[in-house]
Each structure stands twice: as structure tokens, then as C-alpha cells.
């Protein structure tokens, strides 16, 4: 079994309700879940907070389970979903898939789970994109990540690196192939459930990364590389780009 759960909270600073957003006759989660199901998933769970998402997404025939409220982060929020699905043995791995990136791009998932049919299969997986533009280097909002020759990642931050000495920064890109994290991550459930008992870490606090928590503490984490791109909705400002993307016209 190879399980995907959609972390999805209904309070959110800057876009309140964000799951339930419409974009074009269908709310933002129905959209994630519709992309998850085209993937190589055995199951698609929406793991919520708010009666009103869960309703929601058993209204359209999607599947949800009610999770606490007070969970620290997507990563918490999906392990206490696991156990409501009953932990399931035979699960070869949980996929965290994001609810706030309502154009996902399946062949995304499908990389991640490529990797669990390997031997040994990975503890932890992500996905990175080779960065292209000096936007997106130097952007603290999209997170880099260095990785050693077997793709594994070595660190995460929001600067970029490594620091090029003999360069100015304007020439970095054309001297090193740098690479984005995009946030999706896949899990042997037994690590999975490590993870969460954690404490947070000196790197974790100083960069505000979750994953460095798992990498101060010895974890490794296989990334693999695509040239898709991420959408995630944060803000009214993204969800307008959303509907222009889709042909949505605002009305004034």
C-alpha cells in the first residue's frame, strides 16, 4: 500500500478557510485530491482540523479523517492520520502531500514513490528542481538544499549555497547548479513516526526548516530531482494568479 495524506487546516494567518477557496467551480482541496488521485497512490486521505473541510471532502467522495488542532506541523498532522486509518501494516510508504498546491503535478508523487520500490528503500524522500533564475537563489521564501553525489541531502536553507568566494553573486548560477526544495515528502511509516517525537533543533530554529530537525538527528533524506514546478497558495494574491492560470476572469 502506498498511502498519500493531505495535511489541510482551516485557520491560516494571511488566506483564513484557504482549503475551501474557490477556483473555478471547485474548492482548492477537491483540486489537490483530484491531482492525488491520478498518482500512483493506493489511497488518498485529507487529514483536517475543521468539521467544515471534512465535511466538504466527503461531500465531493473523497476520503477525510478529523485530526487534533494543535499539531505543530503537516508532519504531526499526518502521523496522527495514519493511526486513525489504523496504521495500516502493509503500507510501503506515506506520502505528505501538500493542500495548499492545487495544480500538483502527479508524475511529482509518482517520482517519490518510485523511490520506495528500490532497495534499500529511502527512510525520508523529497523532491528538489534545478533553480534557474537569480528570483528564485536569492528568494529566503524558496528553500535550497545541498546534496551529495548519491542525491542525498547534505543541507537546507533559505540562503543560497555554497557561497562562491572567487564569484560575484550575479555569476553564481553560471558556475554551480543549484537546486530548490519544493516541499512534498514520502516516509517509511516507522521513521515517520520517529520523526514526530523529535524535539526541535539549533539549525531547525535558526532557518525555520522542519527537515534540518531531521538531519541534525541523523536521518537521511534522498532527494530526487524534476523539472516540474510547484504552485502553493498562501495568500489573495496567489489565489488570483490561480485563477488566471485557470481563465478565470475577476470580476472588478
Known sequence: MVLGIIPARYASTRLPGKP?????????????VRQAQLANLTRVVVATDDERIL???????????????????????????FELLGAPAD????????????????????ALVDLFSQHPAPAIATLIKPVRTDEELFSPHLPKVVIDYAGRALYFSRHPLPYQRQHPPE???????????????????????????LPPSPLELAESL????????????QTTVTELDAFGIDTPEDVARARTRLGIREER
Open 20 to 32: 475551501l477557496v474557490d477556483l473555478g467551480g471547485l474548492s482548492m482541496i477537491e483540486r489537490v
Open 210 to 221: 522542519e527537515q534540518l530537525r531531521w538531519l541534525e538527528a541523523g536521518f537521511s533524506i
Open 55 to 81: 465535511d466538504h471532502v466527503r461531500g465531493f467522495g473523497g476520503e477525510a479523517v478529523l485530526t487534533r488542532a494543535d499539531h505543530p506541523s503537516g508532519t504531526d498532522r499526518v502521523w496522527e492520520a
Open 171 to 197: 555569476e553564481w548560477l553560471a558556475h554551480h547548479r543549484y537546486f530548490r526544495h519544493l516541499g512534498l515528502y514520502a516516509y517509511q511509516p516507522a521513521v515517520l513516526r520517529q520523526l514526530t517525537q
Open 91 to 110: 503500507c510501503q510508504c506515506i506520502v505528505n502531500i501538500q493542500g495548499d498546491e492545487p495544480f500538483i503535478d502527479p508524475r511529482q508523487i509518482n
